[in-house]
């Protein structure tokens, strides 16, 4: 059978359930098309041949009647993410032979239920970029058009997803790293509310603001990868425990829920965005929900605070890279992590710390604010996610300001610390996908899925067929 | 606002060369004066958030649990002495 790579994470499960095919099969398929495309693309660092082994493994239980939620299904993890006895680089230098004793705690649960891992993908070093080009092992491509950056910083989970080498991709969204690349790569992207799944094992970027999640053809497959990584775990204390089942309002009208716009900040999008988003609101409309226009009005302070407490949180992090315990001398950090650990020095350090940091973690409580003031009035947020379409190599590595400025509209949500999904919105010019974000309360994900399942119904899913 | 790369570098255990060195601090002066725009907000009065979704005095159980071997904790390093992580002196010899 062919294409398999190319089913939904549901379609796989029904598929083996039935018989139809293996996970061999569909381990196969993944593999099959990495080697395909992952030499121009470059969204694997390590890619997984003993998968296949793996994949036997899993057929042999479902043979023996074990029942496992994702029993034979091929995932990708960003290599931010430890995985015992599998180099884990955070694509820098310093951590180049870096092999963990250890799984993340996500990792943990996936392997628990049963998921295949076929590789480890590419991302910005450390997690810092906007474009998926700061990665020490070369930069990860746009598979819709490979002149243009999958957006980032986990550009290689979310192509891997939207070139269908794997069915799934975990992430680390701390400003923005995994709604920008969903968008640009035209797969389904869910920031989960901070805490809501474990951090632990996953190279810290930014303490307050790291929030674990992951990258699925659908919405539907995003709440299902949820079920089985959110909750409490003792090595994370921010962590809370969720009985819900996720996937649980799938398929509920979204008639009478209200939904703010931020009008007036669409100015400052890009007009193919813009038009994209107001599309987006028209159908919501037609879906029976009531369009509310809404006012963040300390946003525009957002950028700024964020590129204050996240270098300072990173300056922190990056401090215990020695190269004595383990990885490489501190001479081996690329640019991007030196610029981010000098600026977060120099706000930590004597005499500017209440002038930045404790001055940034106040805007941050009037950002949470705005967003609580808003929640009372409306049950979710439609945004755009980048204020432009996906930009080409090279366009803006030397402007860091300027890259700084793609996340104008993420990080406040990583700063108020809600919940986003991102979720395609359709294609501009160039054959380059856009996609728009849901935003809501803590802890609302449900709210989110079922509204992006409604919207998800109005539009055909464009596959990759190459 | 000047930014003394040299200074903050040591600060941070970094090395810089010079053509880096300029280019940082262009840029960061760059950044540093974009975020002077939080000054336009008064905050004399405003709270710091730390803990975004609320949860206080989380804890778990203090029992002993099975842990990393020496073995595994050492498997990262290429300099160990009898089963230590070996590290450069911080004292002078005096």
Redesign the interface.
């Known amino acids: 059978m062919s294409d398999l790579n190319k089913l939904t994470i549901k379609q796989a499960l029904d598929g083996l359930k039935k018989g139809d095919f293996t996970s061999i099969d569909l381990t196969t398929a993944c593999l099959a098309q990495i080697e395909r495309l992952n030499p121009e693309i470059n969204a694997f660092i390590t890619v997984r041949h003993e998968a296949i082994e793996d994949a036997k493994k899993a057929d042999e239980s479902r043979k023996n009647g074990v029942e496992k939620p994702l029993l034979g299904i091929p995932i990708a993890l960003k290599d931010i993410f430890m995985t015992e006895g599998i180099k884990t680089t955070a694509t820098s230098n310093i951590l180049k032979d870096y092999i963990p004793q250890y799984d993340a705690s996500v990792v943990k649960n996936l392997k628990t239920a049963g998921a295949i891992i076929v590789g480890k993908t590419n991302m910005d070093a450390w997690a810092h970029g906007s474009s998926g080009e700061n990665s020490d092992f070369g930069p990860t491509r746009n598979p819709w058009n490979t002149k243009y950056v999958p957006g980032g910083s986990s550009s290689g989970s979310a192509v891997s997803v939207a070139s269908n080498m794997a069915f799934a991709a975990t992430g680390t969204d701390t400003g923005g790293s995994i709604r920008l690349p969903a968008s640009f790569n035209n797969v389904v992207g869910l920031k989960p509310t901070y805490g809501l799944v474990s951090r632990y094992g996953v190279i810290a970027m930014a303490s307050s603001l790291d929030s674990i999640g992951h990258f699925t053809k659908t919405v539907e497959d995003s709440a299902i990868i949820l079920n089985i990584t959110a909750g409490r775990d003792e090595f994370d204390a921010t962590t809370k425990n969720s009985p819900e089942d996720y996937t649980k309002d799938l398929g509920k009208d979204i008639k009478g829920l209200k939904i703010g716009s931020l009008k007036k900040y669409l100015n400052g999008a890009d007009e193919n965005i813009k038009k994209l988003t107001l599309d987006v609101e028209e159908k919501l409309q037609k879906l029976g929900a009531e369009i509310i226009d809404i006012d963040l009005p300390h946003s525009e302070y957002a950028i700024a605070a964020y590129y204050i407490i996240q270098p300072a949180e990173v300056s922190s992090n990056l401090a215990r890279y020695d190269g004595i315990r383990f990885g490489e001398e501190r001479s081996h950090f690329g640019e991007e992590a030196k610029r981010r650990i000098m600026l977060g020095t120099f706000t930590l350090s004597s005499g500017y710390y209440d002038a930045y940091y404790k001055k940034a973690m106040k805007i941050k409580t009037l950002i949470k604010q705005d967003f609580d003031k808003a929640f009372e009035k409306v049950d979710a947020i439609i945004s755009p996610v980048s204020p432009t379409p996906p930009w080409k190599l090279g366009e803006k590595v030397n402007d860091p300001l300027k890259m700084y400025l793609s996340d104008i509209f993420t990080v406040t949500a990583n700063l108020a610390g809600i919940p986003g999904l991102s979720i395609p919105a359709g294609f501009i010019k160039d054959n380059l996908p856009i996609g728009i974000q849901l935003l809501g309360a803590h802890f609302s994900e449900s709210l989110l899925f079922q509204i992006g399942y409604a919207l998800e119904k109005t539009q055909e899913r464009r596959n990759f067929n190459i | 606002m000047k930014?003394d790369?040299k200074h903050?570098?040591k600060?941070?255990?970094?090395?810089?060369s010079s053509d880096?060195e300029k280019k940082?601090e262009t840029?960061?002066e760059?950044?540093?004066t974009?975020?002077?725009?939080?000054n336009?907000?008064d905050?004399e009065n405003?709270?710091?958030?730390?803990?975004?979704?609320g949860?206080e005095n989380?804890?778990?159980d203090d029992t002993t649990a099975p842990s990393?071997t020496q073995e595994?904790?050492l498997?990262?390093?290429k300099?160990t002495h009898n089963g230590f992580?070996k590290?450069k002196g911080i004292l002078d010899n005096e």
């Open positions: 930014f790369v903050i570098a600060l941070a255990n970094l090395t810089i880096e940082f840029q960061l760059g950044i540093l974009y975020v002077e725009k939080l336009e907000i905050t405003g709270q710091a958030i730390n803990q975004i979704t949860l989380v804890t778990r990393l595994a904790a498997s990262g390093t300099n992580f590290v």
